[in-house]
């Protein structure tokens, strides 16, 4: 199993669990979305996504990402942020170590993201010849346009103390003391408040993203497939990779 399930009174936890490096592939895309479809008409007040490794996610698995799968693929990745930006509870990514390209883009989908002092995060597909259309448009929805932009063009993954002075990371704790530090803050500010009002200001708190993500999500989908996945640098990129060597890019 790519991702195991855990219940305790009130919270939900999705431990991402597919060494080494929690990759975003397809099966996972589809676990996480099964366990975030059976949450309807339950009382969960909390929904973590958490990994099981030192690292959150590495980000999506470059060997799906070859452009002959991508048609099938990334519209269902897409379909999994928007279960994540529908789910009935409060949502918690909970980040340790790298947390990257896929990875990011799910945390980006939560409401709050808790992370250790170990973590860095980023959107490193243009290295490979890509773009991360999820990213794209929760970045500079959650840290505003002039960060969101350059840390999409140079792809650099950036230390945990940036995403927090930029406003996206809620709470920074030692790494040894992750686990520890998300039931605190569960017990602390969210379990004493009832599921339905929970559910309610959750929702209704996400609908300017959820209304942006509905309208721009298809545009970037279709710039992906349609404009980028038939040029030669988009399989260059992904080749170069997988055979660990530089890419040889024909900007074409």
């Not at 099964?34 to 030192?54: H, N, P, W, Y």
């Not at 279960?83 to 990514?93: D, H, I, M, Q, S």
Request: glycine fraction near 8%; hydrophobic fraction near 50%; aromatic fraction near 4%.
């Amino acid at each position: 199993m790519s991702v195991r399930v855990e219940r305790a009174p009130g919270w939900l936890r999705l431990i991402l669990d597919a060494p080494r490096g929690n990759a975003i592939t397809d099966a996972m895309v589809t676990a996480i979305g099964d366990s975030l479809k059976r949450l309807a008409g339950s009382q969960v007040k909390l929904v973590t996504i958490e990994s099981a490794g030192e690292d959150f996610s590495f980000g999506s698995s470059l060997e799906e990402h070859l452009p002959a799968r991508m048609p099938v693929i990334l519209p269902r990745f897409h379909a999994l942020i928007m279960e994540l930006l529908r789910v009935p509870a409060v949502t918690c990514a909970v980040v340790s170590g790298r947390c990257l390209g896929g990875g990011f883009e799910i945390a980006l989908a939560c409401d709050v993201i808790i992370a250790a002092d170990d973590a860095v995060m980023g959107l490193p597909e243009i290295a490979v010849g890509a773009f991360p259309p999820v990213g794209s448009i929760l970045l500079p929805l959650k840290v505003g346009a002039a960060r969101a932009s350059m840390a999409i063009l140079d792809g650099l993954p950036r230390p945990v103390e940036h995403w927090r002075a930029a406003g996206l990371v809620d709470l920074v704790v030692p790494q040894h003391g992750l686990g520890g530090a998300v039931e605190r803050w569960y017990v602390a500010t969210l379990e004493r408040h009832s599921a339905v009002a929970l559910r309610c200001a959750a929702l209704a708190s996400r609908l300017l993203v959820l209304r942006s993500i509905e309208a721009l999500l298809p545009q970037a989908e279709r710039l992906y497939l349609s404009d980028l996945l038939p040029t030669s640098d988009a399989a260059e990129g992904v080749l170069a990779f997988l055979e660990k060597r530089p890419p040889r890019w024909t900007d074409s």
